[in-house]
């Protein structure tokens, strides 16, 4: 798989702003709970802050909300070139959303929207065992029920466990998921994921 130089750009540029954040700031929960709940806007901001250097930019959209024909899609970060044209997509899931939610929250919206774009989903998963992982939205009607008695497995190896997960949901759309890209944060380290 050749991965376009917008996606490389986008993770080198991250990888770079990520470096001086707390430690605990993308494995544990520290970060993303009332009163400092800091992951999400700062990451979007670093995010911002990388795409402004892609060549060919014109815009940066924060929080876009794409609702036509049926179509709702609504991404993090929307780039646009000088006429107006999509060069890039990209959604961010902190600790609290990289879960479940990810195949019909952000790719079954992204396919429904129909483009070629690029789009890159970055997630916070630690690839080790974090004991204080948390599994949040496990109420009856929501997304991470299913896994609800599976907290001390997606504990073990978090990246390992959601990963498994997003495969086994994705083999459906087979061909059609060639212009999506996941981005792993794994503490300070950003990882390009296939899957």
Not at 34 to 63: C, F, M
Not at 75 to 101: C, G, K, M, Q, W
């Amino acid at each position: 798989m050749k991965i376009p130089k917008i996606v490389n750009f986008l993770i080198k540029g991250l990888s770079k702003e990520i470096q001086n954040v707390p430690d605990g700031f993308y494995d544990t929960f520290q970060y993303t709970t009332t009163g400092k709940n800091w992951t999400h806007p700062r990451t979007i901001g670093y995010i911002t802050k990388v795409v402004w250097g892609l060549q060919n930019v014109a815009i940066v959209e924060s929080d876009l909300r794409i609702n036509e024909g049926g179509v709702k899609f609504q991404p993090d970060i929307f780039v646009r070139d000088s006429e107006n044209r999509p060069l890039l997509v990209v959604d961010y899931e902190s600790p609290n959303s990289s879960d479940a939610r990810i195949p019909s929250k952000n790719i079954k919206p992204y396919l429904k929207w129909g483009e070629s774009v690029p789009y890159i989903i970055v997630t916070s998963l630690p690839k080790k065992s974090s004991p204080g992982w948390e599994l949040r939205y496990t109420s009856k009607g929501y997304r991470n029920r299913p896994h609800k008695r599976k907290i001390k497995e997606i504990r073990s190896n978090p990246f390992e466990y959601w990963f498994k997960i997003y495969k086994h949901q994705m083999k459906k759309w087979g061909g059609k998921l060639r212009t999506v890209y996941f981005v792993n944060i794994n503490a300070k380290k950003l990882s390009l994921e296939i899957l």
